[in-house]
């Protein structure tokens, strides 16, 4: 009897207590242009992608934006001529200008997606660009998500804003681990409690962020990160744990990007979900189930107690682009 009541009791604080996860229609903040369009660097760690290039790279190359931006794809040790495919793309589709580089074998201690991260944004301070948008190269965008993203972190004063990508549903599979990958995540991270200011809950959608180049160096990343596996969800803690705001975006019928291809997608949730991180499944092997009110619980406690040591929570933002 009181092992039922605690279940139950459990169960619906889970269901109104935990940032009303179950609502993943967060949505940025409605647009409106700033008077001055801040100059961008877009940064683009690739590997092996040559099968996806021919979509993705001129999406980002036709980007509408007002403003000054640049592109930089960091090509990390392809073997399948993505650098060579980059350049023959801009050359034949035109649009930002397109810088393609190599950062070389990652030194000991570095994931090799973040030090081809690092080598970019190391190339794009040159420049002196006021935001970064981090983008994985399999991630296809419409001609407004520059825009969008600048325009909802400029409105709403977000150090970070992420937009989270249409995810591709296509075959059964999809369909049937999409959805609950979606809420299993919304229950580690409530969407709102994401763009909270003041709050402490960080994620973002690692294939699309944007970042003010300043929030960056305070929260030196991605030297600080280097290890990290989930390295949007370590991204957005940095942010937040230096003193920065941060936003998020729910995907709609009219979301400004989205990935190419689904089956890696899938793939690469299963391996995030398995890594030991901040609330992930393997700390909550003994809940039984990953997405019960006992994980959320632990993972809240073990989160709180390694934000104590923050003297003031970030601003940063997550969202999704409204229809």
Request: net charge positive; aromatic share 8%.
């Amino acid at each position: 009897m009181w092992i039922a009541a605690a279940s139950l009791a459990a169960w619906l604080w889970l269901l109104v207590g935990q940032g009303f996860f179950w609502r993943t229609g967060h949505r940025l903040p409605p647009r409106r242009d700033p008077k001055h369009w801040p100059r961008v660097a877009v940064v683009v760690p690739a590997r092996d992608e040559a099968e996806v290039l021919p979509t993705s790279l001129p999406s980002l190359l036709a980007q509408d934006y007002p403003g000054r931006a640049e592109v930089f794809l960091v090509d990390d040790g392809s073997g399948d001529g993505t650098g060579t495919l980059a350049r023959a793309l801009a050359e034949r589709h035109g649009g930002l200008p397109l810088t393609v580089t190599s950062p070389g074998e990652p030194p000991a201690g570095w994931t090799g997606k973040l030090w081809a991260v690092r080598h970019g944004m190391a190339l794009a301070r040159a420049r002196e660009p006021e935001f970064l948008l981090l983008t994985d190269a399999d991630i296809a965008h419409r001609p407004d998500s520059l825009r969008t993203l600048v325009a909802a972190a400029t409105t709403g004063g977000y150090d970070l804003v992420s937009l989270m990508a249409r995810l591709r549903v296509a075959s059964l599979w999809e369909r049937l681990v999409v959805p609950a990958f979606v809420y299993f995540f919304a229950q580690l991270y409530p969407f709102r409690w994401i763009a909270r200011k003041g709050g402490r809950t960080a994620a973002a959608a690692g294939g699309c962020v944007l970042l003010r180049a300043d929030a960056a160096e305070r929260a030196r990343v991605p030297d600080v990160i280097r290890h990290a596996v989930i390295d949007d969800v370590a991204l957005a803690r940095a942010v937040k744990r230096s003193g920065d705001t941060s936003g998020w975006g729910s995907p709609t019928g009219s979301t400004a990007c989205g990935p190419i291809r689904g089956s890696r997608t899938c793939g690469g949730w299963w391996r995030a979900a398995r890594t030991p991180s901040c609330g992930t499944v393997r700390r909550c092997s003994s809940a039984r189930w990953p997405g019960s009110p006992w994980c959320i619980w632990r993972r809240r406690w073990r989160c709180s107690r390694a934000s104590r040591r923050v003297p003031r929570p970030p601003r940063c933002a997550v969202a999704s682009r409204g229809s």
